[in-house]
């Protein structure tokens, strides 16, 4: 009996060993999963922030080659300055990038060396500007080479992009593809006696954005056009939305209001989408977005179609600027002329489809948001007198009288001055026609299926 008791409670036993045995690795499963699962999240956020400086890199990379392109053709010391203040920060930030990504200094101690050097040089350049002396020739071949080094290592970066988003490339090879550099190389031992000793102090700047083609300056503020204008009914809104999306009243849907710096009545016809301000009654945008067939027309067809669209719509007199081909779908921007003032603030892009030349888009916004009845003074200053400051590097083609919008929300009357640089870029320079400062240089960048500027 006593044996048969013993043999009961080591069954017994056995069970709750057992038990717990699986308890435990089960306990000791999920232990391990959820450290699983924590080490891919860990890894999956340290990869996005590496991704994120790679990008942040590339930005700033492509800012500095534009500055210093725009540093070749700079006329004034104001402008200079400037330009130099930008591109130090850029070059510090562009050091941080590289601080953040999964390298040591010792295998980008060339690549930061260039960096600080940019923003050191351009300084030292800017200081002797300042000063009343002229940049000498050498020094100007000493941007040009920076300038070169700078596209060179973007490059470098755009493909590493390029392979990070086709899974062909781990974030920690950044060091292979960056040793690769051009920018590797010395640069001119004048370069060195220009500069001080490089900064090793990493400073968050935020991100330079250039003004492009002034199409960014919107939605910042309340609408100019609008105040004062007195209130439509929907119905009559229906009216203007029927003309921009050349539909049938009929088809038009209410589809609801918009809320914005231009609180507007909606409309729409299956995918086609209107709106018309509230005040006013004023197209602010439409689009339709239909697939595009096979391109039959080209820009010099699409524009006049652009302009006789946008004359229907009473806006007033415009010229045509920058355009951008997407998808056999032309977008032309257009500004509006004060007399024969260009208005680049009071921008207005249309969008024309090339397989058949019909109209598919409207975006007013930059009109709606600035246009004024502006009382334009009389030049100060003579075109040659303002032509006189442009960089002896360029060669002026062509001029006009324009108003640019300035980052702090100003506008500038300038005259225009459509150059060439000496590689036969496209640059225009604005001067300002009453007190000849240098307010912007813009280069211009033509890709397959536009042109932008910078």
């Given at each position: 009996?006593?044996?048969?008791?013993?043999?009961?409670?080591?069954?017994?036993?056995?069970?709750?060993?057992?038990?717990?045995?699986?308890?435990?690795?089960?306990?000791?499963?999920?232990?391990?999963?959820?450290?699983?699962?924590?080490?891919?999240?860990?890894?999956?956020?340290?990869e996005y922030t590496y991704q994120?400086?790679?990008?942040?890199?590339?930005?700033?990379?492509?800012?500095?080659?534009?500055?210093?392109?725009?540093?070749?053709?700079?006329?004034?010391?104001?402008?200079?300055?400037?330009?130099?203040?930008?591109?130090?920060?850029?070059?510090?930030?562009?050091?941080?990038?590289?601080?953040?990504?999964?390298?040591?200094?010792?295998?980008?101690?060339?690549?930061?060396?260039?960096?600080?050097?940019?923003?050191?040089?351009?300084?030292?350049?800017?200081?002797?500007?300042?000063?009343?002396?002229?940049?000498?020739?050498?020094?100007?071949?000493?941007?040009?080479?920076?300038?070169?080094?700078?596209?060179?290592?973007?490059?470098?970066?755009?493909?590493?992009?390029?392979?990070?988003?086709?899974?062909?490339?781990?974030?920690?090879?950044?060091?292979?593809?960056?040793?690769?550099?051009?920018?590797?190389?010395?640069?001119?031992?004048?370069?060195?006696?220009?500069?001080?000793?490089?900064?090793?102090?990493?400073?968050?700047?935020?991100?330079?954005?250039?003004?492009?083609?002034y199409s960014d300056h919107l939605m910042k503020k309340s609408s100019?056009?609008?105040?004062?204008?007195?209130?439509?009914?929907?119905?009559?809104?229906?009216?203007?939305?029927?003309?921009?999306?050349?539909?049938?009243?009929?088809?038009?849907?209410?589809?609801?209001?918009?809320?914005?710096?231009?609180?507007?009545?909606?409309?729409?016809?299956?995918?086609?989408?209107?709106?018309?301000?509230?005040?006013?009654?004023?197209?602010?945008?439409?689009?339709?977005?239909?697939?595009?067939?096979?391109?039959?027309?080209?820009?010099?067809?699409?524009?006049?179609?652009?302009?006789?669209?946008?004359?229907?719509?009473?806006?007033?007199?415009?010229?045509?600027?920058?355009?951008?081909?997407?998808?056999?779908?032309?977008?032309?921007?257009?500004?509006?002329?004060?007399?024969?003032?260009?208005?680049?603030?009071?921008?207005?892009?249309?969008?024309?489809?090339?397989?058949?030349?019909?109209?598919?888009?409207?975006?007013?916004?930059?009109?709606?948001?600035?246009?004024?009845?502006?009382?334009?003074?009389?030049?100060?200053?003579?075109?040659?007198?303002?032509?006189?400051?442009?960089?002896?590097?360029?060669?002026?083609?062509?001029?006009?009288?324009?108003?640019?919008?300035?980052?702090?929300?100003?506008?500038?009357?300038?005259?225009?001055?459509?150059?060439?640089?000496?590689?036969?870029?496209?640059?225009?320079?604005?001067?300002?026609?009453?007190?000849?400062?240098?307010?912007?240089?813009?280069?211009?960048?033509?890709?397959?299926?536009?042109?932008?500027?910078?």
């Amino acid at each position: 009996m006593p044996h048969r008791k013993l043999q009961k409670l080591t069954r017994r036993s056995l069970v709750r060993l057992i038990s717990y045995g699986i308890a435990l690795i089960v306990a000791l499963g999920g232990f391990t999963a959820h450290g699983y699962f924590l080490t891919v999240r860990y890894r999956t956020q340290l990869e996005y922030t590496y991704q994120r400086a790679l990008n942040d890199l590339s930005n700033y990379l492509a800012n500095i080659n534009i500055a210093l392109k725009k540093g070749l053709y700079s006329g004034t010391a104001t402008q200079l300055s400037s330009i130099s203040s930008e591109l130090w920060r850029d070059s510090g930030s562009a050091k941080a990038c590289i601080a953040q990504m999964p390298t040591n200094d010792k295998e980008l101690l060339k690549v930061s060396k260039f960096l600080s050097q940019v923003g050191e040089y351009s300084m030292a350049l800017s200081k002797k500007v300042i000063a009343g002396n002229e940049i000498s020739e050498e020094e100007r071949e000493n941007l040009v080479q920076l300038s070169e080094n700078a596209a060179s290592l973007s490059g470098e970066v755009n493909t590493m992009q390029s392979e990070l988003s086709e899974g062909r490339l781990w974030l920690g090879e950044v060091r292979r593809v960056v040793e690769k550099s051009k920018t590797q190389k010395d640069v001119k031992s004048a370069l060195s006696a220009g500069v001080g000793a490089a900064e090793e102090a990493m400073t968050d700047y935020p991100t330079l954005i250039y003004d492009g083609p002034y199409s960014d300056h919107l939605m910042k503020k309340s609408s100019k056009l609008l105040e004062g204008k007195a209130q439509v009914s929907r119905d009559d809104a229906k009216k203007t939305a029927a003309m921009m999306t050349q539909r049938d009243i009929s088809k038009l849907e209410n589809d609801g209001e918009e809320k914005s710096a231009t609180p507007s009545y909606v409309f729409t016809d299956g995918d086609i989408r209107a709106a018309v301000t509230k005040a006013g009654g004023l197209g602010v945008y439409f689009s339709n977005p239909r697939d595009t067939g096979e391109a039959t027309i080209g820009y010099d067809e699409a524009l006049p179609k652009a302009k006789q669209y946008l004359s229907k719509l009473g806006y007033g007199t415009f010229k045509e600027s920058y355009y951008m081909t997407n998808e056999n779908v032309c977008v032309i921007n257009f500004a509006y002329l004060e007399g024969e003032t260009i208005c680049s603030p009071d921008l207005v892009k249309v969008g024309v489809a090339l397989d058949n030349g019909e109209i598919v888009s409207l975006d007013a916004r930059g009109y709606l948001m600035n246009h004024v009845n502006r009382s334009l003074p009389a030049p100060k200053y003579t075109k040659s007198q303002a032509q006189a400051v442009i960089s002896r590097f360029l060669k002026v083609q062509n001029a006009a009288l324009a108003v640019i919008p300035k980052a702090t929300g100003e506008e500038k009357f300038c005259y225009e001055f459509a150059c060439k640089g000496t590689d036969g870029e496209d640059i225009y320079v604005y001067i300002n026609a009453l007190d000849l400062s240098e307010e912007d240089i813009l280069i211009l960048l033509k890709i397959d299926g536009g042109v932008l500027t910078y």
